[in-house]
Every structure is written in structure tokens, then in C-alpha cells.
Nanobody, 123 residues
């Protein structure tokens, strides 16, 4: 089992920045590819970004490319999502997820999920 806890969400004005963290425990963190997903009210969960086991491989959704940066610190068992130039449409609950098999934009690749942290961007 892997336990994932997100933090860092909050209310920010459009154009501002936030950094989300995802703390992992329970298994060897470096054995897992990690991802960020988000879900806005009334919408399906969507892919945001993913990062490989060592942090050298990353993939981003087109909607966040150039504004968001995913990273990880395996020594701290933590993944991050730096979000800059935030827009109202970035408002959502953000979830981190862990996968043993691949870093993928598909939510089906991930076995473990956190409870989410809310990000609200005011325009």
C-alpha cells in the first residue's frame, strides 16, 4: 500500500502561483511513477502532468504546458506541482496518484490516489 497526502492548495488570484505537494509513505517512493490529475465540479477527472521514477521523464496536458512544472524529490518521498500564471479554469480539486507500471496520462495506470487538495483561482 502507498499512502498519498496532498497539500498546498488554496485561493489565489488569476495570474498568481501555487505549489502543491504530495507526500508518499508506505512503500519505496522511487518505485512509483507519479501523476497529478484534477477534477472541477461537474466535470470528469482530467490529466495534468506525470513524472517518471527518477524524474527525468515528464508529460504535461496541453492546457498547462509552459505554466505548470512537475518534479519529485525521492529522498523526501515527495512530488510537487509548481503552478504559475494560474487561470480561473485551473480551479479544481487536484489529486496525486502513484503507478508501478508507467508514467501515463491515463488515470487507469495509477493504483493509488490521494484525497485531493482544492485550488480556487479567482478572476
Amino acid at each position: 500500500q502507498v499512502q498519498l497526502v496532498e497539500s498546498g492548495g488554496g485561493l489565489v488570484q488569476a495570474g498568481g502561483s501555487l505549489r502543491l505537494s504530495c507526500a508518499a509513505s508506505g512503500r519505496t517512493f522511487s518505485n512509483y511513477a507519479m501523476g497529478w490529475f484534477r477534477q472541477a465540479p461537474g466535470k470528469e477527472r482530467e490529466f495534468v502532468a506525470t513524472i517518471g521514477w527518477s524524474g527525468t521523464g515528464t508529460v504535461y496536458a496541453d492546457s498547462v504546458k509552459g505554466r505548470f512544472t512537475i518534479s519529485r524529490d525521492n529522498a523526501k518521498n515527495t512530488m510537487y506541482l509548481q503552478m504559475n500564471s494560474l487561470k480561473a479554469e485551473d480551479t479544481a480539486a487536484y489529486y496525486c496518484a502513484a503507478s508501478r507500471t508507467s508514467y501515463s496520462p491515463s488515470s487507469y495506470a495509477y493504483e493509488y490516489w490521494g484525497q485531493g487538495t482544492q485550488v480556487t483561482v479567482s478572476s
